[in-house]
């Protein structure tokens, strides 16, 4: 690795500038940790009032790791209703014990809170939007960033550039970082949301109360919400059919499913947004590495994302604190696919049990039955609420293990589920 050492705007800089691309979850968290090592930090946000469409549900491993306060969790969910194809009804929640919940929040709460304090800890936020990325032809030379200034509240911006030696892109599935460094496509999903104010009787019955929807009705290939928040629930769909009839005919099977506990609502947003399906086939590429939704983090199966955005920059930050001696010199593109290794090293396993999760029980409306039955048997809500929980594939005991995997398979075959 070679010493930072470089006249920049007149003077002598020995410390790492790193430019962190996005304030969600990910750049927040990253900007954060890069900021209380000492590095030279600049986090971009295009908008700083986004709220983007999201279930907004959060494990409670999160919230101790990062820190999260309490005023920012809308609802503690300690009850789950799985809701199959035929409308049989499964409650799970039975395991938690009385600490243990599922967070829920609004993202622009989350997200805001995220930033400011990276800015507290000296990250200095920029109210702009990166258009372009200058990649430099050696391994010293610095990255220029073009980016439209929006602080004085203008729509255009002024026109600004900066140079840094290293870059987070943190900028979601539609990443100009990731476009500028050539990261490669990745499939994605959309999510449809709208947020609905319930009359306070309805309302009550969401206090701690989530509910998952599964059928072809609302989703083929992945599964419909109601989350609870603090004055309103959020009722949404997720799919890979990207196409506006299909996703409006989904969002209206689900709003069809919850219709009574609806009743009397009203709309007051609606989002949609697309969600990485599988990691960008390059997540490093020279001194530019991605996290969150722009590297592809997202689970199959649960569509869960917030956590793993959160983890996997700050993982990817620690790496640039630990491989540049908190800033003394710049990091090399081996020293950045050192969070990968890591990355993949602790939760591959997880993502690839999801993803056979959703290949085996999403595929049809008969595995759909089955799965929704499986999830009435106590060890397998206590697997599931602990892998969710505190992220990893609890590893049950033999005798555990033979008893899931004989239940399952019992369930697939009483629904006929395994016919071809």
Known sequence: MQAVARERDGRNALTLRVAVVGSGPAGSSAAETLAKAGIETYLFERKLDNAKPCGGAIPLCMVSEFDLPPEIIDRRVRKMKMISPSNVEVNIGSTLKEDEYIGMCRREVLDGFLRDRAAKCGAQLINGTVHKLDIPTNNT??????????????????????????????DGANSRVAKAIDAGDYNYAIAFQERIRLPEAQMKYYEDLAEMYVGNDVSPDFYAWVFPKYDHV????????????????????????????????????????????????????????????????????????????????RMCAETIVETSNNGARIP????????????????GITYKVLDILQTVFYRSDATREAFVEMCADRDVQKLTFDSYLYKTVVPANPIVQMKITAKTIGSLLRGNALAP
């Open 234 to 313: 959020a009722v949404g769909t997720g799919t890979m059919k990207v196409n506006k009839l299909q996703i409006k005919k989904l969002q209206a099977g689900i709003r069809a499913r919850a219709a009574k506990r609806l009743e009397g609502g009203e709309i007051i947003k609606v989002e949609a947004h697309p969600i990485p399906e599988h990691p960008r086939p390059r997540r490093v590429v020279g001194r530019v590495a991605l996290v969150g939704d722009a590297a592809g983090t997202v689970t199959k199966s649960s569509g869960e994302g917030i956590y793993f955005a959160a983890k996997s920059a």
């Open 332 to 347: 090399t593109e081996a020293d950045l696919k050192l969070y990968l290794k890591r990355w993949d090293k602790q939760y």
């Open 141 to 170: 030379a610095p990255y220029t960033l073009h980016y439209a200034d929006h602080s004085n509240g203008s729509l255009e911006g002024i026109p600004k550039t900066l140079k840094v030696d290293l870059v987070i892109g943190a």
